[in-house]
């Protein structure tokens, strides 16, 4: 087969969407390596993560000739056929206007519709393209991806898509979360960013949607020998974090990081004490995967897709209930036994999301458009 991506995020962004592209293609290829990936981007950024995936000579990059603002969505259709391409895939939420027309089968990844289900989280302009764009795919595609079973049912819910139409097939992580690091390597990183010997970890964007301030709460209820560590990008919400630490005076136990290399985030990982993540609504929830990898206990929150990515030996709470978030994470962390199980079975739930038996699943979902 010769597969065409679009590879906007693949190409350019190094977290999120970003890392989702490169896995996924990485993936395939190193399993399915007969097959042909072209990557489309408008414009590729340097940087090593991406440099590290274009170095794989069953992948090729493909930059316009003749570039416009309009060539992701409209001219790329002459490259495609130029290049013969049989199947294109978008990565997230959209194919090229038109490309129904042509003989190219289409595949679109939907990572959630957050935008519809919680618009308050998104400015209205952005929340109307979004739409447009998502429910236009959806429509035009020969085959519908969701990453969750809740994202499926959220497709069908708003776009009125047939069930059959969709496929659920879940994310992987990153291979370098799968693989504990030396003790050496683990002191370098815990010098380099001043980590305390326990500590609870937060990875995610700093907005309202992924509900920091809970962890905050709860935190002043935790023994003081533990710290908050939060990895992510900071946005207008974070002022209100600031004034809720101000309030409790919890100044001292907290620890923002933000733009972490990505070949340091798994050791972080590794070192903490337990992962919290009580996000209102996820299309699914990576991080939470790489915690499992990671072999750390998860606490998470119900509402959404989370316990499909937690597993059943997961804890989830109310993401609107502090004093209950207190009381998973006390009981975590005071309970060696509930620690070693929750690490032991959340390994081996981990698996199902293992890049080998995903990639057999969307090569057998491509097969079946072309056949």
């Avoid at 060539?71 to 002459?78: D, G």
């Avoid at 010997?197 to 992924?210: A, H, P, Q, S, W």
């Avoid at 993401?319 to 978030?325: A, F, G, I, T, Y």
Wanted: with cysteine; hydrophobic share 40%.
């Amino acid at each position: 087969m010769k597969i065409g991506f679009d590879g906007k995020r693949a190409a350019n962004n190094l977290t999120g969407l970003g890392n989702y592209s490169r896995s996924l293609i990485d993936a395939l290829a190193k399993d399915f390596p007969e097959n042909e990936y072209l990557v489309y981007s408008p414009k590729v950024k340097f940087a090593k993560q991406i440099d590290s995936f274009f170095s794989n000579e069953k992948i090729t990059l493909k930059l316009p000739q003749n570039g416009s603002f309009l060539w992701r969505s409209l001219n790329i259709l002459k490259d495609l056929v130029k290049d013969e391409v049989q199947l294109f895939h978008g990565l997230s939420y959209e194919i090229p206007f038109a490309i129904q027309h042509t003989r190219i089968k289409t595949v679109v990844t939907i990572h959630d519709l957050i935008f519809l289900r919680y618009p308050q989280y998104y400015k209205y302009i952005d929340r109307k393209i979004y739409d447009w764009k998502s429910k236009s795919a959806c429509n035009r595609a020969d085959k519908i991806i969701a990453i969750s079973e809740k994202t499926k049912a959220d497709i069908i819910e708003f776009y009125g898509v047939g069930a059959d139409k969709i496929d659920v097939i879940y994310q992987s992580c990153d291979d370098g979360f799968k693989k504990p690091f030396d003790t050496a390597t683990l002191s370098r990183i815990k010098a380099k960013y001043k980590l305390p010997d326990k500590f609870i970890l937060n990875v995610g964007t700093i907005e309202e949607r992924k509900n920091v301030k809970l962890i905050i709460q709860a935190l002043k209820d935790v023994a003081e020998d533990y710290i908050l560590v939060v990895i992510g990008k900071k946005t207008s919400y974070f002022k209100i974090v600031e004034n809720e630490i101000e309030k409790l005076q919890l100044q001292k136990r907290i620890i923002f990081l933000e733009n972490i290399p990505f070949a340091d985030l798994p050791g972080i990982y590794q070192m903490a004490s337990l992962f919290v993540y009580p996000s209102f609504y996820e299309g699914f929830g990576i991080p939470i995967i790489e915690a499992l990898y990671s072999g750390i206990p998860t606490i998470a929150a119900t509402g959404s897709c989370l316990e499909e990515a937690g597993g059943p030996n997961g804890i989830y709470i109310n993401p609107n209930n502090k004093d209950e978030l207190a009381i998973a994470i006390n009981r975590v962390l005071s309970s060696t036994n509930l620690q070693n199980e929750m690490k032991t079975k959340g390994l081996e739930f981990v698996q199902k999301f293992n890049s080998p038996l995903l990639t057999q699943q969307l090569i057998s979902c491509y097969k079946s458009i072309l056949a």
